[in-house]
């Protein structure tokens, strides 16, 4: 089974930055997508953005221009740059992977982004 750790969360003051890290390792991964989702209290995950072994990506409308995804994936790490941070960016950031083989999804626990002045 695999594991994913996020990192790299905290309080940052609006306008600024944070860069967020997801190491992952396991016999059973698909890398293709990596997906980055966010969830505030009581809401479903949204989708924050999509990588694709190739380097596809795809974010959704509210990040666009603010956030980039990129992986390295020989070194089982993908990152999340988060520029030009907006109160509404506040919520627990998760590394989403899926399984080789099945229906299984694998989850981090999260990192949680706090922006505020």
């Known amino acids: 089974q695999a594991q994913l750790v996020e990192s790299g969360g905290g309080l940052v003051p609006p306008g600024g930055s944070l860069r967020l890290s997801c190491a992952y390792r396991?016999?059973?991964?698909?890398?293709?997508?990596m997906r980055w989702y966010r969830q505030t209290q009581g809401k479903q995950h949204e989708v924050v953005a999509q990588i694709t072994s190739n380097g596809i990506t795809n974010y959704t409308e509210a990040v666009k221009g603010r956030f980039t995804i990129s992986a390295d994936h020989p070194g089982g790490t993908g990152f999340l740059q988060m520029d030009n941070l907006k109160p509404e960016d506040t919520a627990m950031y998760y590394c989403n992977l899926l399984q080789n083989r099945g229906d299984m999804e694998y989850w981090g626990k999260g990192t949680l982004v706090a922006v505020s002045s």
């Open positions: 396991g016999s059973a991964i698909r890398i293709d997508p």
